[in-house]
């Protein structure tokens, strides 16, 4: 099982909005309504922003938004802010294991 | 509230078994669809999931490491351990242990640095 695929860096200006992709197969991302999405600051755990596709855990600003078209999960950022400058990783699971991105590094210009 | 921590070795040699445990607080690894799971990220790359294990005790592991790998729990103890064999300097890296799927609580990390 390969590693689902995300763009390697993002960028946008405080207030705008960007998406990040993340690209798998049938056997993962679209077979299954299993996708997540985690925040990560340097040093930091990541954090969990986005669960099954499209939820957020509690205390997760509504600026954060997933969806999935195919074999393609999506997350979306509206409003940047300087504290979302991070690394961003998907993850899909599946019945028999679990598979993360590569990563994304949201940049705020 | 849900807290995770790892704890190991920080420094292993080439070619032995690293053994590391994940103390847990907040929930129950006996209740019903929760699971634990062991997540690593070498320096500087991206995360890597390497095994999970279930209230049911039904483990699941990374297709590419399985053979290296063996989790296990200890309810009345509120850990998971977690055996990786034949370490090599490639599998340096910061090992984090996570409740349940999604991950939604992580542990803090630890540092596992292979050398001799």
């Known amino acids: 099982q390969s590693a689902l695929t995300q763009p390697a860096s993002v960028s946008g200006s405080p207030g705008q909005s960007i998406t990040i992709s993340c690209t798998g197969t049938?056997?993962?991302?679209?077979?299954?309504?299993?996708v997540s999405w985690y925040q990560q600051h340097p040093g930091k755990a990541p954090k969990l922003m986005i669960y099954?596709?499209?939820n957020r855990p509690s205390g997760v600003s509504n600026r954060f938004s997933g969806s999935k078209s195919g074999n393609t999960a999506s997350l979306t950022i509206s409003g940047l802010q300087a504290e979302d400058e991070a690394d961003y990783y998907c993850?899909?699971?599946?019945?028999?294991?679990?598979?993360f991105g590569g990563g994304t590094k949201l940049t705020v210009l | 509230q849900i807290t995770l921590k790892e704890s190991g070795p920080t420094l292993v040699k080439p070619t032995q078994t690293l053994t590391l445990t994940c103390t847990f607080s907040?929930?129950?690894?006996?209740?019903?669809?929760?699971?634990v799971g062991w997540i690593r990220q070498p320096p500087g790359k991206a995360l890597e999931w390497l095994a999970l294990?279930?209230?049911?005790?039904?483990?699941r592991y990374s297709p590419s490491l399985k053979s290296r790998l063996t989790i296990t729990k200890d309810t009345s103890k509120n850990q998971v351990v977690l055996t990786m064999t034949n370490m090599d300097p490639v599998d340096t890296a910061t090992y984090y242990c996570?409740?349940?799927?999604?991950?939604?609580?992580w542990g803090q990390g630890t540092l596992v640095t292979v050398s001799s």
């Open positions: 049938s056997s993962d991302v679209g077979g299954y309504n299993y």
């Open positions: 996570a409740h349940s799927i999604p991950f939604s609580s």
């Open positions: 099954e596709v499209s």
């Open positions: 907040g929930f129950s690894l006996s209740t019903s669809g929760v699971g």
């Open positions: 294990i279930y209230w049911d005790d039904d483990k």
């Open positions: 993850s899909s699971y599946t019945s028999s294991s679990t598979l």
